[in-house]
Structure formats: structure tokens, C-alpha cells
């Protein structure tokens, strides 16, 4: 079992940037890789970002050349990643959520936590 704590959230004028914490602790051996995903009201969760455990990175097209997702930090017990949003846009707001799992994020390990909420209105 993996443990997902979400931080960094909050109310960001369009254009403005944010930056995302997500902590992952528990079984973090079996990770391949992290991911970011949001969710805004009516729609399916999205995967908008993942990275690997070599590094690689892969983008939603709706967040490419705006959002960074760092490498996978680790620090004993517990993996940390990070979600760089710049030029953020109305469209970007929603509950954002970190999740951990296989190479390809096709098989999650932790559990959906609540989130961080990200709105970006002016």
C-alpha cells in the first residue's frame, strides 16, 4: 500500500503559476512511477503528467510547454514529486491528485486521496 499526501494548492489568477507537493510513503519500493492527475467538476479524472523512475516525462498536449513534473526525489522512507503549473488558465482549475504505480501508470498502487484544489480565476 502506497500513501499519497497532496499539498500545494489555492487561487491563482489566470497566467499566474503554482507549484504542487506530493509525498508517497508506505510500499514505495514497488514504484515504477508518479503521476499527477486533476479532476474539474462533470469530467473524468486525467493523467496530465507522469514521470518515471529514469527520469522520463510525459504531458497531457492541454498542459505541454506549461507544466513540469520533477523527477522523483528519494529520501529514506518516503518519494516526493513535484508539479510545476505556469501560465496557468481558467480551464486548468481543478482537484489535482498524485498517484504512484507501474511504469505506465496503467495500474495505480495508492489509494485516491482528496487532493489539492487549483483555481484559477481572476
Known amino acids: 500500500q502506497v500513501r499519497l499526501v497532496e499539498s500545494g494548492g489555492g487561487l491563482v489568477q489566470p497566467g499566474g503559476s503554482l507549484r504542487l507537493s506530493c509525498e508517497a510513503s508506505?510500499?514505495?519500493?514497488?514504484?515504477?512511477?508518479m503521476g499527477w492527475y486533476r479532476q474539474a467538476p462533470g469530467n473524468e479524472r486525467e493523467l496530465v503528467a507522469r514521470?518515471?523512475?529514469?527520469?522520463?516525462?510525459?504531458?497531457?498536449d492541454s498542459v505541454k510547454g506549461r507544466f513540469t513534473i520533477s523527477t522523483i526525489s528519494r529520501d529514506g522512507a518516503k518519494n516526493t514529486v513535484y508539479l510545476q503549473m505556469n501560465s496557468l488558465k481558467p480551464e486548468d482549475t481543478a482537484v489535482y491528485y498524485c498517484?504512484?504505480?507501474?511504469?505506465?501508470?496503467?495500474?495505480?498502487?495508492?489509494?485516491w486521496g482528496q487532493g489539492t484544489q487549483v483555481t484559477v480565476s481572476s
Open positions: 508506505g510500499s514505495i519500493f514497488s514504484i515504477n512511477a
Open positions: 514521470v518515471t523512475n529514469d527520469g522520463s516525462t510525459n504531458y497531457a
Open positions: 498517484n504512484a504505480g507501474n511504469s505506465r501508470l496503467t495500474v495505480v498502487f495508492g489509494s
